[in-house]
């Protein structure tokens, strides 16, 4: 099978195309044709970064953890899936796990989902990392109807999908960005848009919330930026991150009684540890998908798997909205 592979890690690597042999099944597993790929912000971490990262896979590595396709031999004990099956799923690109870099994968059957019948294959290759994370930070959070939640970062991958899991929830949605392009995105999906770059912290939680603060705050952001999400809380508020990698002063977590959820969907994956759950996940998504509730948002820019370098720049140029995506 085609690949692209990387021979070295560092931020000026490059993939390069590798044949390899097609994956063959083994129990609890399905072998997937791969016919969409996403990138994610953690692919381009591990590309830049190597073995300075815990969960890094051994050079040569195959990368990749999203993926839609269509399943083309089924293991023994998998009873969910059959061949000619749609699916969708986060599964490889990952410690010893190889990833959808690739025309087929060997994937866990616990990590995948029959995919939106709604979607094409590169929408719901989009899905998988960015709903599953939004997912358990805004579980995790306990979302209800009726709470004012803020957003951060609200246009991309992570934060477009919660924006809209939120509002299925009843919740009164606030999203933070920058620029046309982002505001206009967040506005379309139903959130009110908060230019972090003109309003002020105090300000934008007067006008949105009248003084209280935000009852739970995601922040996909994170960083240093979590002090803002402090501030922003109403007391006994919910915070839930995806960037925690960092020293902190939590004086304002502790007089303002505030909940910390450290989300890092990656764990089942790597750890082997109630994997079930991703798959349930995309399950649920899938229905809301098809029910209208929340659609992916794909980048403008069109890349085919050879172009997989072109699409890691075009990721972290920030100019993307939404999930670049690569047709395989």
Not at 49 to 67: I, V, Y
Not at 135 to 143: K, P, Q
Not at 146 to 162: D, F, R
Request: proline residues 4%.
């Amino acid at each position: 099978m085609q690949t692209m592979t990387l021979n070295e890690y560092g931020p000026e690597a490059r993939f390069t195309p590798a044949d390899l042999p097609r994956p063959a099944v083994k129990g609890g597993h399905v072998v997937v044709r791969i016919k969409a790929t996403s990138v994610n912000t953690i692919d381009t971490m591990i590309r830049s970064m190597g073995k300075d990262l815990p969960l890094s896979p051994d050079l040569p590595a195959l990368l990749g953890m999203d993926f839609a396709g269509v399943v083309v031999e089924v293991g023994q004990g998998v009873s969910d899936f059959a061949e000619g099956d749609e699916v969708y799923g986060c599964a490889g690109g990952l410690a010893d796990i190889r990833g959808a870099l690739a025309e087929y994968i060997l994937s866990d059957a616990r990590l995948v989902a029959k995919k939106p019948k709604s979607l094409d294959m590169r929408q719901a290759a989009a899905l998988p990392l960015v709903g599953i994370t939004a997912w358990e930070g805004l579980e995790r959070s306990a979302v209800k109807a009726g709470q004012k939640v803020l957003i951060q970062g609200g246009a991309g991958g992570v934060g477009h999908i919660a924006i809209q899991i939120a509002k299925h929830l009843g919740a009164e949605v606030s999203s933070t960005g920058t620029g046309d392009a982002q505001l206009s995105t967040i506005s379309q999906l139903g959130a009110k848009p908060i230019d972090f770059m003109v309003e002020k912290i105090d300000d934008y939680v007067a006008s949105h919330t009248g003084g209280a603060g935000f009852d739970v705050v995601f922040d996909t952001v994170g960083g240093k930026n979590l002090t803002n999400s402090f501030a922003a809380a109403a007391l006994n508020g919910q915070i839930a991150t995806t960037v925690s990698l960092l020293e902190l002063d939590l004086n304002p977590v502790h007089f303002k009684g505030l909940s910390l959820h450290v989300i890092f969907m990656l764990l089942p994956m790597l750890h082997n540890i109630r994997r079930e759950a991703h798959g349930e996940i995309l399950s649920k998504l899938a229905e809301l998908v098809d029910a209208g509730a929340v659609k992916p948002i794909l980048d403008e820019r069109r890349f085919a798997l050879a172009e997989v370098n072109e699409a890691y720049e075009r990721l972290q140029s920030g100019e993307t909205i939404g999930k670049v995506v690569l047709k395989v």
